[in-house]
């Protein structure tokens, strides 16, 4: 609450003759014996007692009215309705206004009024008779003065505040309304969402556009408002009674200005930044989403998943479009979203609607689409000439990890090394194109792109969608490969009588027992070679069947071809 409204107006109690004067002040009247004197008991006394009735202030008051038999002339209970006036003014006969002065909050007194103090020998026609002694039953329910301001007492201040509330900002707060006697007449909590609205722009009643002014985010404050800086003499026709002082109970939870634009606040930058990102890369990072008051809405970490996002594209809500620029690989930051450049009025999922969002990030690694590998030799022996080529077959030592330093893999741990024949498809084609122009002995590092290593899935339990890879790599063994397109050469000159070579019985025929046999004495003499990497029996049988032109399990003269008479290159 704490907006303006305005709503009915009660009507005034039908026998307000009964309080107030009516003919002026009445005469003192002789021989009441010991009722002649006003008489005050004081039947409840609150412990706390912050300030009491002075002449002059306005009142609020519940009552019955007694004759001294027991006999009710009036109630303001009967009304539902408190009786309201100014003490010390000559509103009230002069035994009540004496009454009152002094009276807490809630307290209560049993007041004694004698004649000369009352309505005197005259009475009130047909309620009061003449020389009445009255009896009242009065509970203070509210009191203010017409010079009272805003009262404000901060019982939590936060350990940090970098900023108040100031004019013209919006603000989320939580609060309890009550009026001075404690009485709840309304509470944001119990309808489990805050109260949004811009600050001393006249949303609020004037004393809570007075009172929220300089708090900070977790501060807790009391605001006690007079009735003419809140709803004032016809309250809000509803649950606020005119001249009614309020109490708010205020939490403040968020607070941001429209001009806002987004803040950062480094945390931890790297010593090495070779790089910033920038529009258009590709970034992978870890987060916790708070609001401002701390509360959590969100983690990457709570899923063991990066968030992985282009930037400044529009993939994520404009302000964390503006925080991520600018990063690098393993900087820690603060970003501070406005809600206007993060999920607006409506809210998102357990993010409340103009909600200011706190992002604590983790930048993993980032790349751009169009980045090829990056290599970096560490060393190089002294004779660097042999370099690795595409068709040789490699053996090298590697550590695998992410941008971050996260391991992956390691051939080190494993004790093995990892053989691949190079250019054939049996590593991620960063890792292809890493190794070639390597000589042995030579350690390089290697860093993939996801583009040209295991992309946006990655490799299930392994390796992360969208990594960055790291490779730390030893070449220790090259055997030269074969030129690309074939699997066997010969080292020398080719016998002219080949096919009478390899058809031991002269049948005419060879079978794939003669083929085979035939071109492994011929590798093992050094006459001819087997593309090295692949699996020898393989490689003889393809060759086998390229000349099985008929697929009848056997090759005769007439199919029997070298390379050289169908291309170029002497080759089975």
Known sequence: MAFRARGWRPPPPPLL??????TGQAAPVAGLGLDTELQIE??????????????????RYHYVGTFPDGQKFDSSYDRDSTFNVFVGKGQLIAGMDQALVGMCVNER????????LAYGSEGVSGVIPPDSVLHFDVLLMDIWNSEDQVQIHTYFTPPSCPRTIQVSDFVRYHYNGTFLDGTLFDSSHNRMKTYDTYVGIGWLIPGMDKGLLGMCVGEKRIITIPPFLAYGEDGDGKDIPGQASLVFDVALLDLHNPKDGISIENKVVPENC??????????????????????FFDSSYSRNRTFDTYIGQGYVIAGMDEGLLGVCIGEKRRIVVPPHLGYGEEGRGNIPGSAVLVFDIHVIDFHNPSDSISITSHYKPPDCSVLSKKGDYLKYHYNASLLDGTLLD???NLGKTYNIVLGSGQVVLGMDMGLREMCVGEKRTVIIPPHLGYGEAGVDGEVPGSAVLVFDIELLELVAGLPEGYMFIWNGEVSPNLFEEIDK???GEVLLEEFSEYIHTQVASGKGKLAPGFDAEMIVKNMFTNQDRNGDGKVTAEEFKLKDQEAKHDEL
């Open 17 to 22: 003759l009964l309080l107030l004067w009516v």
């Open 274 to 295: 070779e790089r910033r990102s920038q529009s258009g890369d590709f970034l992978r990072y870890h987060y916790n989403g708070t609001l401002l008051d701390g509360t």
């Open 505 to 507: 019985d002269g049948d």
């Open 410 to 412: 390691s051939t080190w």
């Open 42 to 59: 004081r039947r409840f006394v609150p412990d706390e007692c912050p300030r009491t009735v002075r002449s002059g202030d306005f009142v």
């Open 109 to 116: 007194r049993f007041v004694k009024i004698p004649p000369k």
